[in-house]
């Protein structure tokens, strides 16, 4: 009985309880209004900036969600490390922690990577609040850092300063650990190509002891995705059009030390060149004229950049002629079992779309004009995919930037604009450089240059070098501003001293004081026009010859001249060109004042092919021709062959003589020609080293001394066969070579033996 008893009493004063709650006025569990709300724990922030951030405010009736959301807003704002919302009767009462000021961001242990780097990197900056997650979020950038540049065992420690007036110093405590190598790149798929010659496409390479200059043997994941990019280009360069990468696995060494990486390929068969024709739906576009444009011939091997190239110079000749919005798409239509492939380059209008704005980031130095002029769309603009294109290619060229993203997206405001985002990252661009040399035209020699490419940021170019030489010495100061009048104009100026020893070569020495005003501009894509205006003074001294010839020049002279040249050039690289052909044309006439006056003419051309992979066989050639005017030309303007105009023969080893010193006068025209095959050696191509083969040609014409009877002359034809080597080494080009003299005149001076180099660290 006693336990029924109190099992009634329990269960009646749950229903009793139940009853209470569910009949109790909504208005007496939210607990009434708000009275007040009180602010407690600020420091630099207003109380009213607090409250503006609230979702309820005095007056209001008490609402646990929109306390709620309260807490979330403020905790929201960054601004705080600890927010708390309580209820004391009829007032709130808000107690606020501030988040710290950053006094200062340093960064200790770091060796490899510099502050200058890693200030770029991080987002938070000095006097900016402090918050744990975007601490956290800087850690993650820099770690990112060190595991780009192959240092996966780096680890970062964030540290607090205190310090008076709640701000603190924020010190990031930097592990480098030691680098992470490519221990083995591997492919499976490949036949075509062996794993040495696809190795020497990639980036990425294996660690081995002579890399210690480079940071290529690193494990880099976003280098791997680049060069699965690199392999597709170089098989759909040679016509394997099916060509995929399946995957790219990277795998960590049991010891952690190093990876594999493991590249799966699927080659597909090689195909060639078909009909290619062009199908356009705009209106009144005539089609044939655009056909000289689409260079692909029937038969050759399939390459995947010309079509690009093709499309691009489409892309241009069609907006010449008033279509601005033009989209052009090659459709490669594969005959698998002919292996053929057809394409069809289909113009069609394009979407009207305008460029809206073109949003930079990530210049710190660097202006913003800079980059903008480099753009060959401005706001405004009809949107080209094409110039887009062109423009990140043009960006990339000025060689200002670690990285250089270029990207559009849609606008928010108008489903007819896109707004064009560029994220580059700087680079250094100053150079110091020391070297110690010694070449078979100056001899010992010793130089030091300091140049700045993007000086203050504005794009110019500033060198300042000299050199010490057994056989010259020179000082040359040299400024470049490549927009010129905010035009496409490159201008600049240099002031120059140069000491010349010619003893072996004429028996006197020279000294040439002096400076120039240049300016140059790209007439098309591929032609240059370049001027330049020279004034300076040169002295013959020091002669050591009986020679009349040469005795006669003694003295000084001032020559003031306007020159000229013209540049038509088609290769794929100015550098090292494998494909193409260049032709230059070029004028000179001294006697705008001055005490010498002559006229001067040359021209220049070569042409490129390649024979096979990494064999090329260049064809060059070259002329001059310097007339006085109303006078005989100086021995300094005259012209002479050898060196390496001529190899085989001596640096002026070719040119009319004094028949009793030998020594070297200069004639008043100057013909040479070569033919070179370069040609790997069997060493990996990132040694640089590459073998080659030539023969050169040349004559010098008469001199135009008084009494030349007295001089050995003859515009005979001369050439020379020979073999050599050149390395592209950390220290500087080194070149040797070996060059025997087939035809020549009895007076030439020969030189078997050429070797250069020229070592910087």
Same mark, same amino acid.
Do not use: C
């Given at each position: 009985m006693g336990f029924l008893r109190w099992t009634g009493l329990l269960v009646g004063a749950v229903i009793m309880v139940t009853l209470l709650a569910v009949g109790a006025p909504a208005g007496a569990q939210e607990g009434g209004r708000i @009275?007040?709300?009180?602010?407690?724990?600020?420091?630099? $922030?207003?109380?009213?900036?607090?409250?503006?951030? /609230?979702?309820?405010? *005095?007056?209001?009736?008490?609402?646990?969600?929109?306390?709620?959301?309260?807490?979330?807003?403020?905790?929201?704002?960054?601004?705080?490390?600890?927010?708390?919302?309580?209820?004391?009767?009829?007032?709130?009462?808000?107690?606020?922690?501030?988040? !710290?000021?950053?006094?200062? $961001?340093?960064? *200790?242990?770091?060796?490899?990577?510099?502050?200058?780097?890693?200030?770029?990197?991080?987002?938070?900056?000095?006097?900016?609040?402090?918050?744990?997650?975007?601490?956290?979020?800087?850690?993650?950038? $820099?770690?990112?850092?060190? @595991?780009?540049?192959?240092?996966?065992?780096?680890?970062? *420690?964030?540290?607090?300063?205190?310090?008076?007036?709640?701000?603190?110093d924020l010190v990031y405590e930097i592990s480098e650990g030691q680098p992470t190598y490519v221990r083995r790149i591997s492919f499976v798929g490949n036949h075509r190509y062996d794993e040495d010659r696809l190795r020497e496409v990639l980036q990425t390479k294996e660690e081995r002891w002579y890399r210690f200059l480079s940071s290529d043997d690193t494990y880099d994941p976003d280098r791997v995705t680049y060069d699965r990019e690199l392999l597709r280009r170089f098989y759909l360069k040679r016509g394997f059009a099916d060509f995929r990468v399946g995957s790219a696995i990277a795998e960590l060494t049991p010891n952690r030390e190093g990876f594999f990486i493991t590249y799966t390929i699927d080659e597909g068969e090689r195909y060639r060149f078909g009909d290619s024709t062009i199908s356009a739906s705009l209106k009144d576009l005539k089609t044939e004229e655009l056909k000289p444009l689409v260079v692909s011939e029937p038969g050759d091997w399939y390459n995947a950049d010309q079509v690009e190239d093709i499309v691009q110079k489409l892309t241009d000749a069609v907006g010449t002629k008033g279509y601005a919005f033009v989209d052009i798409k090659p459709q490669v239509n594969r005959n698998r079992e002919t292996k053929i492939v057809d394409v069809t380059y289909e113009i069609q209008e394009g979407p009207r779309v305008f460029v809206e704005r073109i949003?930079?980031?990530?210049?710190?130095?660097?202006?913003?004009?800079?980059?903008?002029?480099?753009? @060959?769309?401005?706001?405004?603009?009809?949107?080209?995919?094409?110039?887009?294109?062109?423009?990140?290619?043009?960006?990339?060229?000025?060689?200002?930037?670690?990285?250089?993203?270029?990207?559009?997206?849609?606008?928010?405001?108008?489903?007819?604009?896109?707004?064009?985002?560029?994220?580059?990252?700087?680079?250094?661009?100053?150079?110091?450089?020391?070297?110690?040399?010694?070449?078979?035209?100056?001899? !010992?020699? /010793?130089?030091?240059?300091?140049?700045?490419?993007?000086?203050?940021?504005?794009?110019?170019?500033?060198?300042?070098?000299? /050199? $010490?030489?057994?056989?010259?010495?020179?000082?040359?100061?040299?400024?470049?501003? !490549?927009?010129?009048?905010?035009?496409?104009?490159?201008?600049?100026?240099?002031?120059?001293?140069?000491?010349?020893?010619l003893q072996q070569q004429s028996s006197y020495n020279s000294i040439s004081l002096g400076g120039d005003l240049r300016i140059g501009y790209m007439l098309t894509d591929n032609m240059r026009q370049d001027w330049k205006y020279t004034l300076k003074r040169d002295e013959v001294k020091g002669v050591n010859s009986t020679s009349i010839y040469v005795i006669d020049q003694i003295g000084t002279s001032v020559t003031s001249s306007v020159f000229q040249m013209l540049t038509y050039d088609r290769r794929d690289s100015r550098i090292e060109p494998t494909e193409g052909y260049f032709v230059r044309g070029s004028t000179e006439f001294a006697g705008l004042g001055g005490t010498v006056h002559f006229l001067r003419g040359g021209a220049q051309a070569g042409q490129y092919y390649t024979l096979a992979e990494r064999i090329v066989l260049g064809l060059t050639g070259s002329g001059s021709y310097v007339y006085g005017l109303g006078e005989r030309v100086r021995i300094t303007d005259r012209v002479y062959a050898g060196g390496d105009s001529l190899r085989g023969f001596a640096t002026g080893g070719v040119s009319p003589r004094d028949k009793n010193t030998g020594d070297a006068i200069g004639g008043v025209w100057m013909t040479t020609g070569s033919a070179q095959v370069k040609f790997p050696i069997g060493l990996p191509e990132e040694f640089g080293v590459l073998g080659e083969v030539f023969t050169d040609v040349g004559a010098v014409g008469p001199t135009d001394v008084a009494n030349a009877s007295g001089v050995d002359q003859a515009s005979s034809l001369r050439a020379s066969v020979g073999f050599g080597a050149s390395w592209k080494s950390p220290m500087g080009p080194v070149s040797v070579d070996l060059g025997f003299p087939l035809m020549k005149e009895s007076f030439d001076k020969t030189e078997m033996f050429k070797f250069n180099l020229g070592t910087k660290f």
């Amino acid at each position: 009985m006693g336990f029924l008893r109190w099992t009634g009493l329990l269960v009646g004063a749950v229903i009793m309880v139940t009853l209470l709650a569910v009949g109790a006025p909504a208005g007496a569990q939210e607990g009434g209004r708000i @009275r007040s709300i009180s602010i407690q724990g600020t420091q630099r $922030i207003e109380i009213e900036t607090v409250k503006s951030y /609230m979702a309820i405010t *005095e007056g209001d009736v008490y609402d646990a969600d929109r306390v709620n959301r309260s807490l979330k807003a403020l905790f929201n704002t960054g601004l705080f490390a600890d927010v708390a919302i309580r209820r004391e009767g009829d007032q709130l009462v808000v107690r606020l922690v501030e988040n !710290p000021i950053i006094n200062r $961001i340093a960064f *200790e242990g770091n060796r490899r990577i510099k502050d200058e780097q890693l200030n770029t990197e991080v987002q938070l900056r000095p006097r900016t609040v402090y918050t744990r997650t975007k601490v956290q979020t800087d850690v993650k950038r $820099i770690l990112e850092l060190y @595991r780009r540049s192959g240092r996966f065992a780096a680890t970062v *420690e964030p540290k607090l300063i205190q310090l008076e007036q709640n701000r603190v110093d924020l010190v990031y405590e930097i592990s480098e650990g030691q680098p992470t190598y490519v221990r083995r790149i591997s492919f499976v798929g490949n036949h075509r190509y062996d794993e040495d010659r696809l190795r020497e496409v990639l980036q990425t390479k294996e660690e081995r002891w002579y890399r210690f200059l480079s940071s290529d043997d690193t494990y880099d994941p976003d280098r791997v995705t680049y060069d699965r990019e690199l392999l597709r280009r170089f098989y759909l360069k040679r016509g394997f059009a099916d060509f995929r990468v399946g995957s790219a696995i990277a795998e960590l060494t049991p010891n952690r030390e190093g990876f594999f990486i493991t590249y799966t390929i699927d080659e597909g068969e090689r195909y060639r060149f078909g009909d290619s024709t062009i199908s356009a739906s705009l209106k009144d576009l005539k089609t044939e004229e655009l056909k000289p444009l689409v260079v692909s011939e029937p038969g050759d091997w399939y390459n995947a950049d010309q079509v690009e190239d093709i499309v691009q110079k489409l892309t241009d000749a069609v907006g010449t002629k008033g279509y601005a919005f033009v989209d052009i798409k090659p459709q490669v239509n594969r005959n698998r079992e002919t292996k053929i492939v057809d394409v069809t380059y289909e113009i069609q209008e394009g979407p009207r779309v305008f460029v809206e704005r073109i949003d930079i980031t990530g210049n710190v130095r660097t202006l913003d004009k800079v980059i903008r002029r480099e753009f @060959r769309l401005v706001e405004g603009d009809a949107f080209n995919s094409a110039k887009l294109r062109r423009s990140r290619q043009r960006l990339k060229d000025l060689n200002f930037f670690e990285k250089a993203e270029v990207t559009n997206v849609p606008s928010e405001t108008a489903p007819d604009r896109t707004i064009i985002k560029v994220d580059v990252q700087e680079k250094s661009t100053g150079e110091l450089t020391f070297g110690v040399g010694w070449s078979s035209q100056i001899g !010992p020699m /010793m130089e030091a240059a300091i140049r700045e490419r993007n000086l203050l940021g504005r794009g110019q170019d500033l060198r300042l070098s000299g /050199m $010490i030489g057994l056989r010259r010495t020179s000082v040359d100061l040299s400024f470049t501003e !490549p927009y010129f009048l905010d035009r496409e104009l490159a201008a600049g100026f240099d002031v120059f001293a140069i000491d010349r020893t010619l003893q072996q070569q004429s028996s006197y020495n020279s000294i040439s004081l002096g400076g120039d005003l240049r300016i140059g501009y790209m007439l098309t894509d591929n032609m240059r026009q370049d001027w330049k205006y020279t004034l300076k003074r040169d002295e013959v001294k020091g002669v050591n010859s009986t020679s009349i010839y040469v005795i006669d020049q003694i003295g000084t002279s001032v020559t003031s001249s306007v020159f000229q040249m013209l540049t038509y050039d088609r290769r794929d690289s100015r550098i090292e060109p494998t494909e193409g052909y260049f032709v230059r044309g070029s004028t000179e006439f001294a006697g705008l004042g001055g005490t010498v006056h002559f006229l001067r003419g040359g021209a220049q051309a070569g042409q490129y092919y390649t024979l096979a992979e990494r064999i090329v066989l260049g064809l060059t050639g070259s002329g001059s021709y310097v007339y006085g005017l109303g006078e005989r030309v100086r021995i300094t303007d005259r012209v002479y062959a050898g060196g390496d105009s001529l190899r085989g023969f001596a640096t002026g080893g070719v040119s009319p003589r004094d028949k009793n010193t030998g020594d070297a006068i200069g004639g008043v025209w100057m013909t040479t020609g070569s033919a070179q095959v370069k040609f790997p050696i069997g060493l990996p191509e990132e040694f640089g080293v590459l073998g080659e083969v030539f023969t050169d040609v040349g004559a010098v014409g008469p001199t135009d001394v008084a009494n030349a009877s007295g001089v050995d002359q003859a515009s005979s034809l001369r050439a020379s066969v020979g073999f050599g080597a050149s390395w592209k080494s950390p220290m500087g080009p080194v070149s040797v070579d070996l060059g025997f003299p087939l035809m020549k005149e009895s007076f030439d001076k020969t030189e078997m033996f050429k070797f250069n180099l020229g070592t910087k660290f």
